[in-house]
C-alpha cells in the first residue's frame, strides 16, 4: 500500500519539450515541402479528396491550425500519408521520399499517443 506513494511521477514535458521529443519542427518544415509540391499538381483523386487542389486546401488548413496551436491531433495526417493512401495517390513517385518522412514522424507520434 505504501508504494503507491513512493511512484515516480512522470515529469509532464512543456509544449516546446513535447514537439521536439516528436519532432514537430522538423514534420511542419516537411508539411511545408509537401504542401509546395502537391501545389503543382492538378486533378487527380483519392478515397478523401476529389483532386489535388482539394487535398493541397485541406492540407494548408491542418498546417495552420498546427502552427497556430488549434490542432494536435495528427491522426489525419497519418491517414493521407500512409502509404498507398492519399499523398501517394495524388503525388506518386514524385514525393514518396517527403511522404514517407512525415508518415514515419506521425505514425511514431500515434503509436506512443494510442498506449497512453
Request: net charge negative.
Amino acid at each position: 500500500m505504501m508504494s503507491r506513494f513512493f511512484k515516480k511521477k512522470t515529469k509532464q514535458l512543456s509544449k516546446v519539450e513535447y514537439w521536439k521529443k516528436w519532432q514537430f519542427f522538423e514534420l511542419l518544415d516537411d508539411l511545408h515541402k509537401a504542401e509546395k509540391l502537391l501545389a503543382e499538381f492538378k486533378g487527380g483523386y483519392s478515397n478523401r479528396f476529389d483532386s489535388a487542389q482539394d487535398f493541397h486546401s485541406h492540407l494548408v488548413d491542418f498546417i495552420d491550425d498546427i502552427e497556430y496551436g488549434n490542432q494536435t491531433d495528427l491522426s489525419k495526417l497519418w491517414i493521407w500519408f500512409a502509404p498507398t493512401f492519399d499523398w501517394d495517390d495524388l503525388v506518386g513517385m514524385d514525393g514518396l521520399e517527403i511522404g514517407n518522412r512525415i508518415f514515419e514522424r506521425v505514425d511514431n507520434w500515434k503509436k506512443y499517443n494510442s498506449n497512453e
